[in-house]
């Protein structure tokens, strides 16, 4: 299939159209409809670097950890030589998960349906009973986990089923050069806080973009940093982002906890959101910094991960126990808030008398530009 049904030429005229001037964003199907997330998971999840997890959730050689990319089942494996690797996580013998939940001190990975087992590197070792009863192949000449093209950059893995994207030391680049220059490297994972919702995933990073909610949806935030000091999000290419300096930083966010090592003059100040198309979306304060993960479940439904780093012992001395909670609460009521709006939008895309939007040339064309590279990618 293609997308040719959903993106019609009226859909691409209205997108290429300056918001002020009858421009609009993608149709209500794109947030609705089975087949198009078949497509994004096939011509845009699977062609790009997706973010996919974190070093911390397999931090000893023998952890593997399962997850989804473009809605395909894979595992991120810590290796006994020090190597971390990613695999399709299924069984080359009849198609089963290989890997149902996050272990630890594994020496291979067993299939739990006939007990094949793979090396860490992925290599067939064993296959029980194969040529009969008590007939073991241990021959060690069978079919391995088909593995997956893996970028690392500090404790964030990514991954790229495809195999044909950019190199991903390119792919990162856009944004890593854009960061101030905190030590990254100080970062450890503290929590990893989940929601689940009824809403397309793509409702939740233009909301991410939308300056504009602030006041109404988020109180205490705009009590704290009011819509007048803020801009819109800048856009640069496939790199969104929202910089400002804080005057004093808030409750959750710089209080209590060790900050990036050397921080000074502004650089104590700043506060940045960068949206990485199409999924690597994060946010850097003195003492943290968050990443958020979707896994679309479903066009109307997604669970959504909010990894917190922290700076190095905030995230395991009891001394900063309380700090770091006050990060993951913040978090929590924050994105309670953006969740309910976030709902609000999905059932509006059933109406009929919704279909793109009317958008404020300076609040919403982020959004429109998110359409646009999806479709770009997709063609
Ligand atoms: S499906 Fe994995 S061993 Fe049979
Ligand atoms: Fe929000």
Not at 44 to 59: H, P
Not at 93 to 114: D, K
Not at 281 to 298: A, N, R, S
Request: glycine share 8%.
């Amino acid at each position: 299939m293609n997308i040719e049904p959903f993106i019609t030429p009226e859909v691409r005229d209205r997108l290429s159209r300056p918001t002020g001037d009858g421009g609009s964003c993608l149709p209500n199907t794109c947030y609705t409809d089975p087949a198009w997330l078949e497509l994004e998971n096939e011509r845009l999840f699977a062609r790009t670097w997706m973010f996919a997890g974190c070093l911390d959730q397999i931090a000893e050689p023998g952890d593997a950890f399962p997850t989804t990319i473009a809605g395909k089942p894979v595992v991120l494996v810590h290796g006994h030589d020090g190597e971390i690797r990613a695999f399709h996580n299924v069984c080359r013998h009849r198609g089963a998960i290989v890997v149902e939940e996050p272990c630890s001190n594994q020496t291979v990975l067993t299939c739990p349906y006939h007990a094949w087992a793979y090396s860490l590197d992925g290599a067939l070792r064993t296959r029980p009973h194969f040529e009969g009863a008590n007939r073991h192949d241990l021959s060690r000449s069978g079919p391995g986990l088909v593995p997956i093209r893996l970028g690392r950059w500090f404790r964030m893995i990514f991954l790229n089923l495809d195999g044909q994207a950019a190199p991903f030391e390119d792919f990162i680049a856009t944004l890593a050069n854009r960061l101030p220059k905190h030590d990254l490297g100080a970062l450890r994972l503290y929590k990893t806080v989940e929601w689940e919702f009824k809403a397309n995933w793509k409702l939740v990073f233009e909301n991410y973009f939308d300056n504009h909610h602030i006041p109404t949806i988020h109180p205490r935030l705009n009590a704290f940093y009011p819509l007048s000091k803020r801009s819109a999000f800048q856009i640069d290419g496939g790199l969104l982002r929202t910089e400002y300096l804080i005057d004093e930083p808030q409750k959750g966010r710089g209080v209590g906890l060790p900050w990036y090592p050397g921080l000074t003059g502004d650089q104590a100040r700043f506060a940045g959101g960068y949206f990485l198309f199409p999924s690597c979306c994060l946010q850097l304060w003195p003492d943290q910094l968050t990443v958020f993960q979707l896994f679309p479940i479903g066009p109307e439904h997604t669970v959504e991960n909010l990894h917190i780093f922290l700076i190095g012992e905030a995230t395991t001395d009891p001394a900063y126990a309380e700090a770091a909670q006050s990060v993951a609460d913040m978090w929590d009521e924050l994105n309670r808030e953006d969740i309910g709006a976030i709902e609000w939008m999905q059932t509006g895309r059933h109406s009929p008398a919704f279909d793109g939007g009317v958008l404020s040339d300076i609040w919403d064309r982020q959004a429109q530009h998110f359409a646009n590279l999806i479709v770009e990618a997709m063609t």
